[in-house]
């Protein structure tokens, strides 16, 4: 059955294409950590310590979790673009189904597995007693939105591949937003306490889902209904799996970078421990619109390469580049400046303050050493170029582990930041050592 295509059309890339993108995430990425620090306020007003651990580990847990699985996101916007960028509706909407079938499936195993993440995980985590009762809570309700917070994964990967970057930051606006005021209202006005924090984390995902599914049918009619061939394609799913597969190998080694970093900084003591987490704040700041530059890349080099366009792919690689450089540039210069205030906003302990200060400029670089990282993953991810991507983060994840155990044992500490940046900085320009090669046979049919 024949279904109606879009014409090919010349894309065009300039500085207002990506940055309609990327702005729009940005803005997303920001809304994040609001609901983090609401949540905490909200459960540091029952006046329990143990309660507010309980959250603590239970949230660590989930993003933990999510993150995991965030490559739904990825791989829907990748995929979503192509076919966009070839012109194929029926294949747009089939990525979207099947991506939404596969969150579904993961999202049905994590509740399967509910009993052992409920009562295992915060035990795994080093909680005990009240602080693990506390933890229990929070999971067991809120482990309920599993399937939907992964369909909210592959719905927002689904309207930024299609480059409707003010549509996915309404829908994480609405999610986070929601989430908030259900939390406020039934952890603190009704009492719930940790129990209410969950549920509105619970109501607010059940909601965007709603409103983003609402939002599909209302914006694609008849087009967008699932049909039982979209989701019997082997060999389409199949490259959905090793899409997915390869982000998630991608993802696990940089949770893993990450992991050997707060592990070997507890070997230094609480306060270099406490000083490390204070200056990471530094590189989440900088990954909010280096992870936007990076959506932006995903989407236009996705829709150039479903479309055969070199010069549209070159030039969003150029542009992209050009503002994650700049923009890392700035926030050296403005960390470098203003490090030590927001050192002092962070935390009032006069020790872990003067030690965060004098490590202040490893972790301001590493909003450039990570710039060609987020945004050649994003240029790799919208190519579908994921064995690629896997492989150069695995050289990558092994050069770290070399410079953790050269740099580590003679500088401490600062060897430890040292590091971080060589990390970061090797998964940039591994990446783009293999640009030139993966464009020219992309694009060698096309020519």
Known sequence: MSHPSIPSRHIEVSHRSVLAIAVPMTLGFVTTPLLGLTDTAVVGRSGSAEA???????????????????????????????????????????????SIALSVGFGLLILLMA????????VLMGASGDVQTAAATYIGIRIFAAPVTLCNFTLLGFVLGRGLGSVGLALQLLLNGVNIA?????????GYGIAGVAWGTVIGETIALLAGLGFVFWR???????????????????????????????????ITAFTVMTRIGSGFGAITLAANAVLMNFFMIASFYLDGMATAAEQIVG????????????????????????????????????GNAIIGFITTAGDVRALAENYLPYAALTALTGALAFQMDGVF???????EMRNMMILALLGYLASVAALVPPLGNHGLWIALNVFLALRGLLLLSRLKAKTDQTFAASQ
């Open 381 to 387: 991810i919208g190519a579908t170029w994921s064995s």
């Open 182 to 190: 259900m939390s406020i209202l039934l952890g603190i006005t009704f």
């Open 303 to 338: 829709e150039a390469v479903g479309a055969r366009q070199r010069k549209a792919f070159v030039k969003a690689v150029q542009l992209t580049g050009l503002w994650s450089f700049g923009l890392a540039v700035a926030s050296v210069f403005f960390f470098l400046a203003f």
């Open 115 to 122: 009993p052992l993440i409920i009562h295992g995980g915060p």
């Open 52 to 98: 507010l651990a309980g959250l603590a580990i239970a949230a660590a847990l989930f993003d933990l979790l999510f993150a995991s699985l965030n490559f739904l996101r990825a791989s829907t916007t990748a995929l979503v673009a192509q076919a966009q960028g070839r012109g194929e509706t029926d294949e747009l909407f089939a990525v979207f189904w099947r």
């Open 220 to 254: 694609y009619g008849a087009a967008a209904f699932p049909r039982m061939s979209m989701l019997t394609d082997g060999a389409k799913l199949m490259a959905l799996f090793r899409l997915n597969r390869d982000i998630l190998i991608r993802t696990f080694s940089l």
